[in-house]
C-alpha cells in the first residue's frame, strides 16, 4: 500500500504531468501556426511522451492498490514570444518537473517506500534526457542566433531520429 503522503504526491505528479503534455500540445499549435513543420512535429512527440508519463504514474498508482485521481488540467498559455522563447519555456518546465520527481524520490525514502524509490528511477534517467535534449536544442539555436530557422526547422527532425532510444 501507498502512504497517504505517497499519494498525494503521485497524484499531484499525474497532473504535473497533464499539464506538460497540454503545454506541449500548445506549443506544438502554435508551431505549426506559424510554418514549423519540424518544430510542431518535435513538440507533437514530447505531448504524446507527456501523456504516456501520466498513465505510467495512473497505473502504477493503481497498480499497488490505490486509486489515482484524474485531475484538471489548467489551460496552457496560447501565444509564445518566438522559437527561441518557446523552448526556453521548454526547458524551465522540465527543470521544474525534475525537482518534484527528486522530491518523490525523497519522500519515498522517508516513507521507507523501497518500491516506489525504485520505480520512480526511471523518471529520474527521463528527466536527464528530456533536459539535456532541449538543452542541446537551445545551444543550436544559439548558435544560429537570428539566422536562418528554415533550416532549423528541418534540422530538428533529424535530431529527434538521434536522440530517441
Ligand atoms: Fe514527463
Ligand atoms: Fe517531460
Not at 93 to 98: I, K, L, S
Amino acid at each position: 500500500m501507498l502512504s497517504k503522503k505517497l499519494e498525494k504526491v503521485l497524484n499531484k505528479q499525474i497532473e504535473k504531468e497533464g499539464y506538460a503534455a497540454q503545454l506541449y500540445l500548445a506549443m506544438a499549435s502554435w508551431s505549426e501556426a506559424q510554418g514549423y513543420e519540424g518544430i510542431s512535429n518535435w513538440f507533437y512527440e514530447q505531448h504524446k511522451e507527456e501523456v504516456e508519463h501520466m498513465l505510467k504514474f495512473i497505473k502504477y498508482m493503481n497498480e499497488r492498490g490505490s486509486h489515482a485521481t484524474v485531475p484538471k488540467i489548467d489551460q496552457p498559455p496560447k501565444d509564445f514570444a518566438g522559437v527561441k522563447k518557446v523552448f526556453e519555456a521548454s526547458l524551465e518546465h522540465e527543470q521544474m518537473v525534475t525537482r518534484s520527481i527528486n522530491e518523490i524520490v525523497g519522500i519515498s525514502l522517508e516513507e521507507k517506500d523501497f518500491t516506489t524509490h525504485n520505480w520512480i528511477q526511471w523518471f529520474v534517467d527521463e528527466q536527464l534526457e528530456e533536459e539535456s535534449s532541449v538543452q542541446n536544442i537551445l545551444d543550436k539555436l544559439n548558435l544560429i542566433g537570428d539566422g536562418n530557422l528554415y533550416m532549423f526547422d528541418r534540422d530538428i527532425m533529424s535530431m529527434r531520429a538521434e536522440g530517441e532510444e
